[in-house]
């Protein structure tokens, strides 16, 4: 749930329709700080709210731009740009030695763990995942948004499985390596 939860400010945008393009990003930007100021209040670090300040910043930019200019030419763009601004988060984090699942993973995981190899490799191949998944979907977005003329209901496909098959993944890799570990 954790993972819904973190992404919440991009479901919200992905369920509005587009013709309300700037009321979605908006309300994905306050949803997005409304998680923010969650995470402060409980004493969560920013490493623990990698994807959450980037879902503000990208919402934030987008509002503006939505509200300038409604018609914008990167108003078909938008589902493919934020799966870009999510790919370029995830690996942003991964080149730094972060990977933004450590964050999330550190809350329902023991501190004595947060440090060992086995649990930062665990969290670099859970998010490696994420980001390929953001980067398929930001191409398969851009070409949908170019070819089709934006298909609502092939955007939203294609937003849905960005984040369930990542899910999924990362619920089945988690239970397997916990497995594995109890059988050592």
Do not use: C
Request: proline share 4%; glycine share 6%.
């Amino acid at each position: 749930m954790t993972y819904v939860r973190t992404f919440l400010p991009w479901i919200v945008y992905a369920v509005i329709p587009s013709g309300g393009w700037k009321w979605g990003a908006l309300a994905a930007l306050v949803v997005a700080l409304v998680l923010v100021a969650m995470q402060v209040r409980a004493g969560r670090g920013a490493d623990a709210m990698i994807i959450e300040i980037g879902s503000t910043v990208f919402f934030a930019v987008l509002t503006v731009v939505a509200f300038a200019d409604p018609h914008s030419g990167l108003h078909p763009y938008s589902a493919a740009l934020a799966n870009g601004t999510l790919a370029l988060i995830a690996l942003v984090s991964l080149a730094v030695r972060r990977p933004f699942t450590l964050g999330i993973a550190k809350q329902t995981t023991p501190r004595e763990y947060w440090d060992l190899p086995a649990f930062i490799r665990v969290n670099t191949i859970i998010t490696s995942v994420w980001t390929a998944s953001f980067v398929v979907a930001a191409v398969v977005l851009a070409v949908v948004a170019d070819a089709a003329h934006g298909n609502v209901a092939a955007t939203v496909a294609v937003q849905v499985a960005a984040l369930v098959i990542p899910i999924v993944f990362t619920q089945r890799y988690v239970s397997h390596v916990q497995a594995r570990a109890q059988r050592a």
